[in-house]
């Protein structure tokens, strides 16, 4: 059993930064996928970015060059470095691990989340 908590969520201005983090306990996580989702109000949860662990990662269209993801295997901890924030990032965001079967990129496939992290961007 794998437990992730994340961490890092807040209220932003437009064009601002934050960092999310999500750290796990349980099961070290060195060898997993790990993904980070997000769900805005009224909208399906949806990948934001993944993280394989040979070192690959996919950006959704929508976050690539702005966002990128990262892992401290050491301490069972993925990142998710979020610049120049839009209005339309505004969403909670969940760290999810554990890939079960199928692609990376459908939250259904996964076997761990955390609780999430409310992330707003004010325009």
């Known amino acids: 059993q794998v437990r992730l908590v994340e961490s890092g969520g807040g209220l932003v201005q437009a064009g601002g930064s934050l960092r999310l983090s999500c750290a796990a306990s349980?099961?070290?996580?060195?060898?997993?996928?790990v993904a980070w989702f997000r769900q805005a109000p009224g909208k399906e949860r949806a990948v934001a970015a993944v993280?394989?662990?040979?070192?690959?990662?996919y950006y959704a269209d929508s976050v690539k060059g702005r966002f990128t993801i990262s892992r401290d295997n050491a301490k069972n901890t993925v990142y998710l470095q979020m610049n120049s924030l839009k209005p339309e990032d505004t969403a909670v965001y969940y760290c999810a691990a554990g890939l079960s079967s199928g692609t990376a990129l459908y939250p259904a496939n996964y076997n761990y989340w955390g609780q999430g992290t409310q992330v707003t961007v004010s325009s």
């Open positions: 349980g099961r070290t996580f060195s060898g997993y996928v």
């Open positions: 993280s394989w662990s040979g070192g690959n990662t």
